[in-house]
């Protein structure tokens, strides 16, 4: 779609209007926004439109789009989806070998399980290997309790960091401020740099961890500017 439009502009109740007209999302609904901080940001995005618009350089439209037309609708479901990531999270699988991976692993990945025994009173078990680890019921029941407690803005924006990273405890931990986006970063790739340090680095790999980052650096962006 061709750029049809001059001037951008927030309204009052932090909506978005093009020339006067508003904005809406892909299902018709007044692209609305919850803060005012979010607004002022997805109309910079319209206004860098060029000739043309590219969804792929409107990131923060994009998960506000999805935030409106799929997650409030029903924000139970979408946040029931979002838990299932408790039964599986990155950081109940260790690996087995060889040592110096195995003590990167802990280094990272063991504050982040301790921050959500004290926060949320739960209990994990971790194992080495790949092999699925069931963990406590009442872990599973909190854990879900913590995700549908968000609201649909704070939903849309942790669905990409907790499918990037592999960890939904990660992904709380970044939204309650116990951790800050570098760190969490840098627990997810932490197999993926000691790979990279033992064969070298892989230039399609470097491209779509860089990908990944982006979209990455956009949900944490949003989440944010929605708090």
Known sequence: ?????????????????????????????LLALPTPALAAAIADEWRAVGETIDPRAMPLTGLANAAIDRVAPDPQAFAA?????????????????PAELVAREEAAWDPLLAWARKRYDIHFETVSGVMHQPQPAATIARLAEAVAS???????????????????????????????????????IVDEVWQAELWGEDPEAVNARAARRRDFDSAVRFLGLVD
């Open 1 to 29: 779609m061709k750029r049809f439009w001059t001037n951008v502009a927030v309204d009052a109740d932090a909506s978005i209007n093009l020339d006067g007209r508003p904005v809406r999302t892909p299902g018709r609904a």
């Open 81 to 97: 989806g979002l838990a299932a990531y408790a039964e599986s999270d990155l950081l109940y699988y260790r690996a087995e070998s």
């Open 150 to 188: 968000r609201p649909p803005f704070v939903l849309v924006a942790l669905q990409p960091v907790v499918t990037i990273t592999g960890t939904l405890v990660g992904a709380l931990a970044l939204a309650e401020k116990a951790i800050d986006a570098d760190t969490l970063w840098s627990a997810a």
